[in-house]
């Protein structure tokens, strides 16, 4: 309801701000006996530290991810699964000025008006990216569930700063490999380009994010509101700077017509996969195909206008060290919110099994 | 759970086939007090009736609504309301062809995994697009609701078989009493043309419809899960046919930079609106705009490539009277998801008031 | 969330006034393929329709339900079921008195401090008992799952004014073949005298009522807040009349020593069932055993006093044919709810059968 | 849906093992501005703690809760707010027994069942009372908020071993002064000696809990399934041990008639309240009154009869030190309850603010 738990059977909830005494979540309703360690979180947190490419910054946030409960003996008990990753490097910095005036493209305006004037605007609070710590360790937790099933996701950038990467040499399996965790090789000399000149200039890029979860048997998803890419929207959209979301062809299959949207049932499979692996937003045991547009990070170096707290103009210019584009960090994150809409579907549609 | 109720504070459920007796819904949620009529449903409803366009088919859907309960002398009472429309025009069609073959593009195959085998094929059973009747009438509600806080919503078409209306001479506000419920006037005699072309080559069209929002006060939507854009984003792409929706400037967003994205505060207000009206996820007090992009009608009268039930290689021609394109019939279907949003979010940012 | 929905995977969500239209309900989330007629509904409603023992009056309420939705060829399709019960014999009574003046012990006062004023006052709008139809309704059909697995449901009155049935000639499985649906034979001459007694006094009596259900695997229930125990005593708690519920011992249990309350396990299985079913608030294979303690009617033809709606002190007289108890009507709706309880906590538990 | 979470709008989500790193939780929807601190959450905690009457166990378990997120500047932000206690005092004891055998009375055997064989068994695992431990810090903050609105909430024993206290000089006001937390000062000897009793033949008690809770408005509650008794009923009888609840007179009123039980309104207020605060479901200005039945401790010194886990016919007497009885360590765990079901419930009651 005040919005920090996702999921229905398998629920997320978390907790924490960038500056306080950590972050985390509780997992609950992750079913008995699977096998899980710090570990198997702590591969996909690494994936979104900084650092990993020339997009990011090279702040040093270790996020040592601790599990709290819900593990006995090396496998899950069915209990809730609580997880911690303590802050650190919260150096001691001035927020005078973030304190005083709203940063354009940030929620500290909304934030104000929400919370009739309360807001700990030290490094965005609730709003900062650093919440998506708690989405990927739990997301973590979903692909060993869904792994159990067959069910695998891979992830990349596939555009970034407008520059698209190659549908043909499209390797999304080997993206995490890729600097930008880039979708296809070739591009990434092109992005390294064109992050070069955002960042000289001060300024920022976005980008879209792909996930493909292969394996995923049919008949996941809800008629009507929950139909799967209903499901899937909401999550992937809820993660900062997400603006649009996509399943199959999306935005394109408004172009097609029928005849070329449809796709043809043959005794092998599916013809094509215009659909994304959803009909009637049901999984149709196609591959899901979901692509998410992310806006470019807010925090640019350039003078922007803006109002002070009393509602003074002013001119701010945000400070720090900021990442250029919220890709490749984002790519993680998004793949963990597929994961946890997956495992969860997976384990609603299990109540099929009541009737002989 | 599974799928038929959407929202938290305000929520509607529904029910019904396109075959059987009727389609309804129950409102539950709404506050006591409110002016409500049959007919504040029945005029959005007509929005949505066949016949509006050349794109539409003349089959005839009266679909008169009842108001069952929850309201008393003129005025809600704070308890469920619920209401029916009954179907009619059900003439005892030859479903001899897809009760055996899987229609490309439909829901047959993956409600059929699902559902273990049982399948009410005739017109679709629940993943009909007649049940979007009821979400209809719950936005009626839902829109009456909002207008009492000084919250309108305009919908359109903007564009349809792949021709944009123009944004210079876009006129939301007017679209309902255009053909297509097209944005703009001038792309009206394209559409007919394209429309005229599609239908003679038995071919359909998709389109992307787009919603806006005014009046909306800052402060909707939660933190992390629950921001605003996640929750239309599940409204809207829980309607059958939408495979992708965005917020403000959306997939353009992710092709602009920071300095140009960010919508700088000015003592009148803001700059501009790239955000589409939220900031962090919650509304900022600007205008909200989603637009959804619609896939081409998947009943078409070309010859397609299928199986049968049993696993056989066919050829499938899907008969009957069908639309070229879900455009407008859509519109007002996507309108209600988006009102039905933004009331929900009002009643739960009224938490506030319990602190002084 | 605003009340009428109970459930998580089965979901029932009423609607419906003792004044309007007619009461009604959507059950989502029983899986496809178990035969369901309207007869499996009616038999159900029969058993709570007036008349049924001296302590009932003799109003006519046909009661007749009608399906509306989620059977297709004489079986569930997996969608929501949706079923409607018109209202009948709604002689235009003086309502004045009622819509002037609180009665003692309704809700009239509760709902005009809730929902500010507004209220259907004709006869009790959606407090009225018979928004319990729409439950007795849903309850039917989860005892038709329920029966598929295994789990038979007993209920019966074992105490009336005062006077409790013998434990030792018991018989729940022959209760609605007796007079109050007594509980056991020899009680029933001595509840005719109580109730005659009452009757002529003007008054009302309360009652207890037991529901035993057998055949319960088990594993149902949740750890911690939706213990199997509480998630009954929310069910049975949520009807009008009730006061109190107890699982197994209950109350006796406080008073007895852990040496005595402990179900010892034996190879042949438990050696008692003082626990009434559940251990930790799971179920242990055992019967699940459920008492609700019911307060007299409220509606009685003794003069009490109280206020006008303007704050005048006044006496009231509340007129009409009025129960002398709510048993026997409350039995069948009693176990409606520990039926709804026992069949979704079973489809959750189906998500076991997720892992290998 | 896996049990554990509360609520609807203020929700607490709980973790952890009686062995393990800890226990804690998370409220959400805590609206923003109220004073915290955790020597607020540290208050109810140590009323919780062992050593507290002779029907405790002297066990350390210091139990300093730490506050991990939602508070800025003394104040909460109306995010997330995290909590957490360190398990300490876990002496490497010999579980072996435990491991091997069920106890009577205990989650083993039905945990055993639910999960399939996975069972966390040192010391109960997720089934300890311990996970008490995050409902008191959860329910701290509840009454907070409930504080700043008027609503102050007493609880007491009023009964321990089958002896109650006086109905005449009950004063639940200081019955945290007082050992066993007895709602009247003249029973405390004669449960001590119940108790010295009790603990000598190796035996355990059981009790009733009484909370009230003073100044709750009118109006909370829904109709229908959740009722504000409903909610009281779920919440309290989601504790471990409870195995009974009633509101207002509960058993009481189901032997009483509708003359005596009716409470008459009078200008000055209600003449009685033996509805305990509700009418209809929804709280009427009164006192709202709860009673839970407590069953007696179910680890004892005396032999039982049980199983081993591979099914043989065993011996087991519970080691370890071990309460008497769960009262008075119960009391401020159901007082908790209580008022997360109140606060919920006003913040829901909010809505009503919407309309003008």
Redesign the interface.
């Given at each position: 309801?005040?919005?920090?738990?996702?999921g229905?059977?398998?629920?997320l909830?978390?907790?924490?701000?960038s500056h306080?005494?950590?972050?985390?979540g509780?997992l609950?309703?992750c079913?008995?006996?699977?096998e899980l360690a710090e570990e198997d979180l702590q591969r996909d947190l690494d994936l979104r530290r900084p650092g990993q490419s020339p997009a990011s910054t090279s702040r040093k946030e270790p996020d040592r991810v601790?599990?709290?409960?819900?593990v006995?003996q090396g496998?899950?008990?069915?209990?809730?699964?609580?997880f911690?990753v303590a802050n650190e490097d919260q150096r001691s910095r001035d927020y005078a000025e973030v304190a005083t005036k709203?940063r354009?493209?940030?929620?500290?305006?909304?934030?104000v008006?929400?919370?009739?004037g309360?807001?700990?605007y030290r490094g965005?609070?609730?709003?900062s990216g650093r919440?998506t710590v708690a989405r990927v360790a739990g997301g973590a937790i979903a692909r060993k569930?869904l792994a159990?099933?067959g069910v695998d996701l891979h992830a990349g950038a596939v555009?970034l700063?407008?520059i698209a990467a190659s549908r043909e040499e499209m390797d999304l399996a080997g993206a995490f490999d890729r600097p930008y965790y880039a979708a296809a090789p070739g591009v990434v000399p092109l992005w390294d380009e064109r992050v070069a000149e955002?960042k000289s200039?001060g300024?920022?890029?976005?980008?879209?994010v792909e996930v493909v979860a292969t394996g995923v048997p049919?008949?996941?998803?809800?008629?009507?509101?929950?139909?799967l890419?209903?499901?899937?929207?909401?999550?992937?959209?809820?993660v900062?700077a997400?603006?649009?979301?996509?399943?199959?062809?999306?935005?394109a299959?408004?172009?097609?017509?029928?005849?070329r949207?449809?796709?043809?049932?043959?005794?092998g499979g599916f013809?094509s996969n215009h659909?994304?692996g959803?009909?009637?937003?049901?999984?149709?045991?196609q591959d899901v195909v979901v692509r998410a547009?992310?806006?470019?990070?807010?925090?640019?170096a350039?003078p922007?206008?803006?109002?002070t707290r009393d509602?003074?103009?002013a001119t701010i210019v945000v400070g720090g060290r900021h990442d250029v584009s919220a890709i490749p960090r984002i790519v993680p994150v998004i793949r963990a919110m597929v994961a946890l809409v997956l495992a969860d579907a997976?384990?609603?549609?299990?109540?099929?099994?009541?009737?002989?």
């Open positions: 309801m005040a919005g920090s738990t996702f229905r059977l398998l629920r909830t978390t907790f924490g701000e306080g005494a950590g972050l985390g509780i609950d309703g079913p008995p006996g699977l601790r599990l709290l409960s819900g006995f496998r899950t008990t069915g209990t809730p699964i609580a911690f709203f354009p493209g940030h929620a500290d305006w909304s934030y008006q929400k919370y009739r309360v807001y700990d965005g609070g609730r709003a919440e569930l159990l099933r555009e700063g407008g955002a200039a300024d920022s890029l976005g980008g879209i049919a008949g996941l998803g809800e008629p009507v509101f929950d139909k890419e209903a499901l899937l929207a909401h999550g992937v959209m809820s900062g997400v603006k649009g979301v996509e399943v199959g062809d999306g935005f299959a408004s172009r097609a017509t029928g005849s949207n449809n796709d043809p049932l043959l005794p013809d659909a994304g959803t009909l009637g937003g049901i999984s149709s045991g547009a992310v806006k470019p990070i807010a925090s640019i350039i922007q206008r803006t109002l509602g003074e103009p997976m384990l609603i549609q299990a109540r099929m099994s009541v009737l002989p």
